[in-house]
């Protein structure tokens, strides 16, 4: 029997509508509209997709967002008083700056830059390291997103066999860390790896980050096993695909994500997620008595 396909843009449709209920409560409980503040420098094309897709769906969910556009050759010191003003900004609770940039600006500079409070990309080492520890404030949105189709399909991982082909820091090194704290076992393949398909077919969920297309062949997944594609690559002939040969591998496979509708939807939401979980966090805090914070900090 082909594969169930876990449908993406349904499962967000509904994670959405819990982030809407939860602006609506902060704003009647506390007087607060979540904000994102999005920085985008230079005009990379698909960046200029993906940072108006965000602004959509911020709208959708009733958080307001601003979209601050830098030309490609401007100066890194200019970017870094940009991040700092947007820190000290009462009505921004989250700070993105798309990647990538143009060489010339640190990233590191940038991440360290932005707030940990607002840091619902999770890129911040401090957020880097809160995941290795097993509690990040911000987890980054694509893992996210990836855990949370799993849990609402009701994809169990304790003791599983996870492999995660792709290693970036945005994707496959936190999507391994993440998958290890909910106690799989995991292994984490890159470019570099020899005989990817000795790893992929002992995979229970095989989770694929590479960006090449047809990466992943039927006879390198095991029968019944669950397929998460985050790729998304632009063929020649303008189709978008993921990195696994889904016809193929949908015959083998018990569950698996299609490219678009699959892991793409998640990404944006867990974005919104973070951002209202970071509204979230900061009204708590505001509405905690002085009197307690001067007795917490001595
Ligand atoms: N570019 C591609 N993915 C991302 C992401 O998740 N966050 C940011 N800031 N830039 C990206």
Redesign the pocket.
Known sequence: MPAKIIDGTKIARLVRAEIRDRTKALLANHGIKPGLA?IMIGENP??VV?VRNKVRACADVGISSQVFNFSANVSEAEILDCIRQLNEANNVHGI?????IPEGISVQHILETISIDKDV?G?HLYNVGGLVAGDAIFP???PYGVQKLLEYEGIELEGRNVTVVGASN??GKPMALMLMRKEATVAICHAKTRDLAQYTIIADILVVAAGKPNLILPQMVRSGAVVIDVGINRLPDGRLVGDVDFEGVRQKAAYITPVPGGVGPM?VTM?LHNTVASAERIAARAGRAPAFDQAASG
Do not use: H, R
């Not at 993105?96 to 990538?100: A, H, S, Y």
């Open positions: 999005v698909a960046s993906y993105l700056v798309q990647l990538p990309d890129f980054p949105c694509t945005i994707v990404t974005l």
